[in-house]
């Protein structure tokens, strides 16, 4: 089946720095998607990119859809304590398909 | 605000009782999913639906089955559960063909 590979699996940082984190597959994906998960609760939709190339900016969030359809990468400007949380990456291939295939996450912990 | 509510936070049940985790939304969405998560492994779909009766296999569905008579609530029922069914149990919804999940806060299931 489809596979995600996310790294890093985890990020020991200082607040002000900059954070990278990527995925990348063997199968192309129409859509790949930013997810965020704070200890205790459901994941949230951080960012959504839709087409090949597309650079989408949330605030000090920055993903973008590799040209290749099968790779991702979020970036995390000048970082603070409460970024910390688990990012998964996620992918939703063609066909009419609704399932989503998810990496395995990037721990992220932000020291003050 | 939009919601995914799921019934119960926190469940203890013992080996070969029946368990059902209900899942119910707000948002009109015809998409509903069951996730599993555990640590290493990421989050692995379980079952999802695309319309109320209707209902596909994830990738993890052995000892699991789902019900969706109507749109809002999707159940997720353990007809006999094992100790290896302890996890976190996320239900999310979507509308059709954006990949964009609204997740629950998560039901942590304990097997003894």
């Known amino acids: 089946g489809q596979q995600l590979n996310q790294s890093p699996q985890s990020m020991f940082i200082q607040e002000g720095e900059d954070v990278s984190m990527n995925c990348t597959s063997s199968s192309i994906f129409n859509t790949w998607l930013w997810y965020k998960q704070e200890p205790g609760e459901g994941p949230v939709l951080l960012i959504a990119l839709y087409k090949a190339g597309e650079l989408t900016s949330n605030g000090r969030l920055t993903a973008q859809f590799g040209i290749t359809r099968k790779d991702s990468f979020l970036n995390i400007s000048a970082s603070i304590p409460s970024d910390v949380g688990i990012y998964f990456c996620a992918g939703r291939g063609g066909g009419g398909s609704e399932k989503l295939v998810f990496g395995k996450g990037t721990k992220l912990t932000v020291n003050p | 605000d939009v919601k995914v509510t799921q019934s119960s936070r926190y469940l203890v049940k013992r080996t070969g009782e029946k368990v059902f985790l209900e899942c119910v939304q707000d948002m009109d969405h015809e998409n509903m999913f069951w996730y599993r998560q555990d640590p290493g492994l990421g989050l692995r779909l379980i079952y999802f639906?695309?319309?109320?009766?209707?209902?596909e296999k994830g990738d993890i569905p052995e000892g699991y089955s789902v019900s969706r008579e109507k749109k809002e609530r999707f159940s997720l029922i353990l007809e006999s559960a094992s100790t290896n069914q302890t996890s976190m149990y996320l239900c999310?919804?979507?509308?059709?063909?954006?990949?964009?999940?609204?997740f629950g806060e998560g039901s942590r299931l304990t097997v003894l």
């Open positions: 639906s695309y319309d109320v009766k209707m209902k």
């Open positions: 999310a919804s979507s509308p059709p063909s954006t990949g964009e999940l609204f």
